[in-house]
């Protein structure tokens, strides 16, 4: 199934909640949704008889000044077709729902979307950090990020 | 370390060495020095290949000891994070005096390429233990490796046992 396919389909199903479709930049075709709907998209993306995504290949974000993105990437093992789902949120209240319970691959992922871009996954069963030292502060790879000064008595800058 | 030079044989029937204490124990000392391997980066790759029958690090007398309690010198090779530097310290401090350290790498010597944005970075091992040997390198040629060995079995040589910082006269 083409992406244009995939999304007409989502659009009868969710209305409102599948935003928009966007497959004129050089990346992927993508589908922004909105983070309300976005636990339900997916489970019907992983189990409806037409789509059956069973592979979340990636699960990444971006920054944007003052929101945040997640990205997920699909794949499906049956059909061969892929989409990309975006969700797009403030950063002042970076609440998005987890898809841990629909993909295992995304329990890893997400905390480390937590770890360094600072989104927090509602329902993840263990939201904690997965690269940093668990008692770092911030989320390094938001862009207004700052390093501290010191970790434990030891000076960061060089 | 010069020690067989001086069977001279000066009383009859020969089979006698005169040296200093110092200069037995630090002949054994030198020459089998087991060490802790801290692996953290590519230099540990490249210490795979050191370690190897091709380079074969085994002849300067050094058993890699996956324990700190065993060894006489630690080897950090690689990119020394500030989560591993925590770790590092204590295992340096679980360490049996006399212990040394070789840092190995442009990562572990001054934080490499990570020196300007690498928050996560320390800057240098030496900046929570104290460094005998600096191998340089990008990861560093076994070469390198060989002659960071030979150094520090130089530096060990030289050592008054009881007294890392006293240093004994050289003998050549």
Request: glycine share 6%; charged share 25%; aromatic share 12%.
């Amino acid at each position: 199934m083409l992406p244009n396919e995939i999304y007409d389909k989502l659009k009868t199903e969710f209305g409102d909640a599948v935003i928009e479709f966007d497959d004129k930049q050089p990346t992927d075709p993508f589908i922004l949704i909105s983070a309300d709907n976005l636990f339900d998209i997916c489970h019907t993306l992983r189990d409806k008889d037409e789509f059956l995504f069973d592979y979340l290949m990636c699960l990444t974000w971006m920054d944007f000044a003052e929101n945040v993105g997640v990205v997920y990437h699909l794949y499906s093992m049956v059909f061969k077709h892929k989409i990309v789902l975006k969700v797009i949120v403030p950063k002042s209240d970076p609440k998005v729902p987890s898809v841990e319970m629909i993909w295992r691959t995304a329990d890893w992922h997400e905390r480390e979307a937590y770890d360094l871009i600072g989104v927090q996954f509602e329902g993840h069963h263990n939201p904690i950090r997965i690269l940093c030292p668990y008692d770092w502060e911030g989320h390094p790879l938001r862009k207004d990020y700052e390093a501290p000064e010191y970790y434990h008595g030891m000076k960061v800058s060089y | 370390m010069g020690l067989l030079d001086r069977l001279d044989d000066p009383y009859e029937g020969g089979g006698i060495i005169l040296g200093k204490i110092e200069d037995i124990l630090n002949w054994g000392r030198s020459k089998s020095d087991w060490y802790l391997h801290f692996g953290l980066a590519c230099c540990a790759i490249e210490f795979m290949a050191m370690n190897a029958s091709h380079f074969d690090f085994m002849r300067f007398g050094t058993i890699p000891r996956t324990s700190p309690r065993q060894a006489d010198f630690i080897m950090v090779t690689g990119t020394v994070t500030f989560k591993m530097a925590d770790r590092i310290k204590i295992l340096y401090e679980q360490m049996a005096e006399p212990k040394y350290v070789i840092s190995v790498g442009s990562c572990s010597n001054c934080g490499g390429p990570y020196w300007e944005h690498g928050y996560h970075v320390l800057k240098g091992v030496d900046r929570i233990i104290p460094v005998d040997v600096y191998i340089p390198g990008c990861p560093p040629r076994p070469e390198a490796f060989e002659e960071g060995m030979i150094l520090l079995q130089k530096k060990i040589s030289h050592q008054a046992i009881f007294n890392k910082r006293k240093r004994l006269e050289s003998e050549v």
